[in-house]
């Protein structure tokens, strides 16, 4: 079988310091691919006014296949303000490249696995009905769809005269209908039914897959009544072909309560653009925080590996890089997966849980010190000695059973 090519994309930031550290891996484990760097982010803004340019578009259109690091985003002023000035005032308008990327290419399912590894000391522990202390096996993986919603990038300051009128017939708007333009914004919260029914026989199929004991529908349908009305309808429709799996439904507010006292009773949970976003963010603090947080956006040819932690700028020009690098290496792990390796997927994920577990390497957020120049003085693990640790249980375990073969 040939190759594939992995279009890496460091974008902004810590991106450019963990993404290298996920190909190391990728190379230990036997992994073998040609990588091709595609621009992305806040350099090809201020410089192109595009931060998705084509000849990326191109790149992921032709190989299929992405490792994304992390983007810098600004409020739109802030944007506009470190746009280079032969291009200020042309028409340029910043959008998000990974939001551009998910909608340009529909890549609208997005998988976020939260859990735990057994002595990761961030793990979530609470107090036990009499004394002592226990730590739930959290094992939670949103699907957050990825392409609609609040997201969907229909929105408008000062909106247009004919969308006034159209948001006239609706009788709830007539609150706001001698709002000035100036003062009033507007964001669509948009849901289709194609494509709820694809997140929720995503969730459905996993579920069944890799026997999760439930799925979760989290939407706010007593409130948004049309949309996350719709959501929890087609979920319920698409639980009919799923007769073994139980369907539960919570509001997100609740969820977030509730995630908090038995995050362990959760399997699979789906769940729109906005509220999967906030979702999985708060499971992922049970496990770890971003440092852990790995994640896949699928479409139907072309899909995108990354972790959800942002660039981190302030930590970027640390010399040696001091940010935890397992959130990327679990997104290559989940690439793997995807493509048919989940051999060398589960080697890797194990590699990861022995470092964990074993606790002689730990990077700053793992000690739960403040990161800076002087986290690696205090004792925290570098970026690089991370991958390192990484490395050395591959090679060890690939040791043990050549020497049991």
């Known amino acids: 079988m040939a190759k ?18 996920a190909i190391r ?49 600004k ?13 200020r005032g042309k028409g340029y308008t910043y959008y998000s490249p990974i939001v ?28 036990k009905p009499g004394e002592g202390y226990e730590e739930p096996q959290v094992n939670v993986v949103v699907f957050r769809q990825n ?51 694809r997140i929720c026989r995503a969730a459905f199929d996993y579920a069944k897959k890799f026997g999760y004991k439930n799925v ?19 979920a319920k429709h698409v639980a009919r072909d799923y007769p073994g799996i139980p369907l539960w439904s919570t509001n997100i507010d609740a969820q977030t309560m509730w995630l908090t006292k038995n995050p362990e009773d959760y399997g699979c949970i789906i769940a729109s653009n906005l ?41 970027a020009e640390l010399n040696p890089p001091i940010v935890n690098p397992i959130a990327m290496i679990l997104s290559a792990a989940m690439m793997l997966d995807h493509i048919g390796e989940s051999e060398k997927a589960s080697r890797v994920r194990a590699a990861i849980a022995e470092v964990v577990r074993e ?3 730990r990077t700053y957020d793992m000690m739960r010190i403040s990161g800076g120049p002087k986290a690696i003085a205090q004792g925290a693990a570098s970026t690089t000695q991370m991958t390192d640790a990484i490395l050395a249980k591959l090679e060890r375990a690939s040791e043990t059973a050549g020497a049991a073969d």
């Open 100 to 127: 551009t990327m998910r909608q340009r290419f529909g890549l609208d399912v997005c998988l976020r696995p939260c859990i735990g590894f057994p002595g990761n000391p961030l793990n979530f522990v609470r107090k």
């Open 275 to 315: 509220f999967g976003d906030v979702i999985s963010d708060a499971f992922a603090g049970l496990v770890g925080g971003l440092g852990f947080a790995a994640s896949g956006n699928i479409g139907k040819e072309v899909s995108v590996f990354e972790p959800t932690h942002g660039s981190a700028p302030k930590y």
């Open 75 to 87: 409020p739109k002023k802030e944007a506009d303000a470190e746009l280079k000035p032969a291009l």
């Open 359 to 361: 606790g002689k390497v």
């Open 4 to 21: 594939p090519t992995i279009v890496t994309m460091p974008g902004d930031g810590i991106g450019n310091q963990v993404l290298p550290e």
């Open 25 to 73: 891996v990728l190379s230990a484990v036997g992994f073998e691919a040609d990588y091709i760097h595609a621009d992305i982010g806040w350099e090809c803004w201020i410089n192109e006014g595009n931060a998705l340019p084509e000849r990326t578009v191109e790149l992921l259109a032709k190989h299929k296949l992405g490792l994304f690091g992390a983007i810098t985003s």
């Open 216 to 234: 979760t529908i989290c939407e706010k349908p007593n409130v948004l009544r049309e949309t996350s009305g719709l959501m929890e309808e087609v």
């Open 147 to 197: 392409t609609e919603g609040l997201y969907a990038g229909v929105e408008w300051t000062n909106p247009p005269e004919q969308v006034r009128v159209a948001f006239a017939t609706h009788p709830k708007f007539k609150a706001f209908q001698n709002v000035k333009g100036e003062d009033l914004a507007v964001s669509l919260r948009i849901i289709t039914r194609p494509a709820a029914e």
